[in-house]
C-alpha cells in the first residue's frame, strides 16, 4: 500500500537501500516518541515499531509519561511552548487537536492513501483549520465489565440503569465479604480528579439524559435536575459499594482491583480486556463486557469518546522520518498488532473484519456498536479552552464525591465559572 510519502522521503528510502547495497554505512536516525503509560503499552510499543526500524534502519526512542491525560497535557504544552527539538512525535488525546494544532505538521499529504480508510469522524476529530494535525492510532470508548461468575452465583441479571447496578453491586459485594472476601467491593471506577473524571461524570450525566456540560452549539447545559440526580447517584457509592480510595483512583487502579478478583463490576477501556484475560489474571475466563448503564428506562447508554493519535512537532529535526513513523503508526500493520496484543480499538474500517482479529481478540467485533455511538467531549465547541472547561468540570464533581457540598450547589457553582470563562464566545 502507498501511503502517499513525498518525494523528499523516497528519495531518503532510495538512498538507505543504495548504500546497503554498495556495503556504505547508513546513518540510521534516532526519532523520539513521547507516550502515556496505561496497560503494556509501552512494553509492547518495541515490538509494533520494529518492521519500520527494519525497514528503514532508523532507531526509536520511546519518553514515558504518567498514565494521567491531565499529566501528560501539561507537560506537552511546556515542551511545545519551549519549542523543543528533542521530541519527534507526541501520542496524543483525541480531545487535543484544537488546543496543540499550531505546533503539529500537517500530515493531510503525507497519509492521503490512508485517510478514506479510516472513521470519518475520527479523522474529522483531528482536522484543524483545514489541516489533518495527528494521525489516529486507535479508538476508544469504554463499557461496563462485570463478573458473570458471580452473577450466576447470585441469580441476578446483567444491569440495564445505574439503580440495578448499585443493587446488584451491593448484593454481590455483602455475599462475598459473607463469605471471606474482605476487601471485596461491588464497583470501582475513575474517581480521581483528573480527565478521567470528566469521562466517567459525562457518562453519568448524559445517560441520565442531562446533557453534554456545553452542547455543541456553545450553550452551557451542566447545571440541570437530571445531571444533579446523575452526580447524586454516583455520590452514594463512594464508602458503600466502591471503596473510600475510589476518589484517587485512575485507571490502573481501578483495574488493579478488578483483575485481582476484588471487585464485581468496573467501568474501564478496551485495554484492560486483554490483561483481563492475561495468564496472571485472578477473573481470566470470568468475565464479559457490556454498555454502561443508563438513568432510567428509555433514556440512552452513553459512553464517551476517547482514542488516541500520533502528531509530527514542527520542531523535529527529523521531520522525514518522523512523518514516515507516524504513518506506519497510524496504518494497518501497526492498528492490527494493537487490536490484537492490547485490545485496542482500530481506526481503520477494514480491520473490524479481519479474521484474525476476530479469532484472538473476540471483543473487538463487538466492541463496534460501543464507540459508533459513543459521546465526545464538549472540546470542538470550547476550542482552546477545554481544558479549563474540563478542568472546572471535574474539580465539582470531585467535590460532590468527596462529601464537599451538594450536586445542586456545586454544578450552580459550576455553572458560574464556566459562564465567566466563556464570556462573549470560547
Known amino acids: 500500500m502507498s501511503f502517499g510519502l513525498d518525494s523528499r522521503m523516497l528519495r531518503s528510502a532510495a538512498a538507505i537501500a543504495l548504500f546497503a547495497a554498495i556495503g556504505m554505512p547508513v546513518l540510521a536516525e534516532e526519532i523520539s516518541v513521547v507516550?502515556?503509560?496505561?496497560?503494556?503499552?509501552?512494553?509492547?510499543?518495541?515490538?509494533?515499531?520494529?518492521?519500520?526500524?527494519?525497514?528503514?534502519g532508523n532507531k526509536v526512542t520511546v519518553v514515558p509519561m504518567p498514565s494521567s491525560t491531565s499529566d501528560q497535557f501539561g507537560q506537552y504544552r511546556l515542551w511545545?511552548?519551549?519549542?523543543?527539538?528533542?521530541?519527534?512525535?507526541?501520542?496524543t488525546d483525541v480531545i487535543w487537536a484544537p488546543q496543540l494544532a499550531d505546533h503539529f505538521v500537517d500530515l493531510t499529504e503525507a497519509a492521503k492513501d490512508l485517510i478514506p480508510a479510516n472513521f470519518p469522524s475520527i479523522i474529522q476529530s483531528q482536522t484543524v483549520n483545514g489541516k489533518l494535525v495527528a494521525l489516529p492510532i486507535f479508538t476508544d470508548a469504554p463499557a461496563l465489565y462485570y463478573r458473570k461468575d458471580l452473577l450466576e452465583k447470585y441469580g441476578i441479571e446483567v444491569p440495564k440503569t445505574w439503580d440495578d447496578l448499585t443493587a446488584e453491586a451491593t448484593k454481590i459485594q455483602e455475599g462475598e465479604r459473607?463469605?471471606?472476601?474482605?476487601?471485596?467491593?461491588?464497583y470501582v471506577f475513575q474517581g480521581n480528579a483528573y480527565e478521567g473524571l470528566t469521562c466517567n461524570a459525562l457518562e453519568w450525566i448524559?445517560?441520565?439524559?442531562?446533557?453534554?456540560?456545553v452542547e455543541a452549539d456553545g450553550t452551557i447545559s451542566v447545571n440541570n435536575e437530571k445531571a444533579i440526580k446523575a452526580l447524586e447517584t454516583a455520590a452514594g457509592w463512594v464508602g458503600t459499594i466502591s471503596p473510600g480510595g475510589v476518589l484517587a483512583y485512575q485507571e490502573e487502579e481501578a483495574r488493579g482491583v478488578w483483575q485481582t478478583g476484588n471487585a464485581a463490576f468496573m467501568r474501564n477501556w478496551p485495554y484492560a480486556y486483554a490483561l483481563g484475560e492475561g495468564a496472571d489474571s485472578a477473573v481470566k475466563g470470568k468475565f464479559a463486557v457490556t454498555t454502561l448503564p443508563v438513568g432510567a428506562e428509555g433514556d440512552s447508554s452513553a459512553a464517551t469518546l476517547g482514542g488516541w493519535?500520533?502528531?509530527?512537532?514542527?520542531?523535529?529535526?527529523?521531520?522525514?522520518?518522523?512523518?514516515?513513523?507516524?504513518?506506519?503508526?497510524?496504518?494497518?500493520?501497526?492498528?492490527?498488532?494493537?487490536?490484537?496484543m492490547e485490545t485496542h480499538l482500530p481506526t481503520i474500517q477494514a480491520l473490524y473484519d479481519d479474521p484474525e482479529i476476530a479469532e484472538k481478540s473476540p471483543i473487538i467485533p463487538q466492541w463496534k456498536s460501543v464507540f459508533m455511538n459513543?459521546?465526545?467531549?464538549?472540546?470542538?465547541?470550547?476550542?482552546?479552552?477545554?481544558?479549563?472547561?474540563?478542568?472546572?468540570?471535574?474539580?465539582?464533581?470531585?467535590?460532590?464525591?468527596?462529601?464537599?457540598?451538594?450536586?445542586?450547589?456545586?454544578?450552580?457553582?459550576?455553572?458560574?465559572?464556566?459562564?465567566?470563562?466563556?464570556g462573549d464566545a470560547w
Open 80 to 91: 511545545l511552548a519551549a519549542g523543543a527539538t528533542d521530541i519527534d512525535l507526541y501520542q
Open 206 to 213: 448524559k445517560s441520565f439524559g442531562g446533557g453534554q456540560i
Open 374 to 422: 459513543a459521546v465526545p467531549r464538549p472540546s470542538a465547541p470550547t476550542l482552546g479552552k477545554y481544558n479549563e472547561v474540563s478542568s472546572k468540570f471535574w474539580s465539582a464533581v470531585h467535590e460532590t464525591l468527596s462529601g464537599n457540598g451538594s450536586a445542586a450547589d456545586n454544578l450552580a457553582g459550576l455553572e458560574a465559572d464556566l459562564t465567566d470563562l466563556k
Open 178 to 186: 459473607a463469605a471471606g472476601s474482605g476487601d471485596f467491593w461491588g
Open 35 to 56: 507516550s502515556g503509560a496505561t496497560g503494556s503499552d509501552l512494553q509492547d510499543f518495541p515490538a509494533i515499531v520494529k518492521p519500520w526500524e527494519d525497514k528503514t
Open 309 to 340: 493519535n500520533i502528531a509530527v512537532s514542527k520542531y523535529s529535526q527529523h521531520q522525514e522520518a518522523a512523518i514516515s513513523l507516524a504513518v506506519y503508526l497510524a496504518g494497518p500493520e501497526a492498528q492490527k498488532m494493537r487490536a490484537i
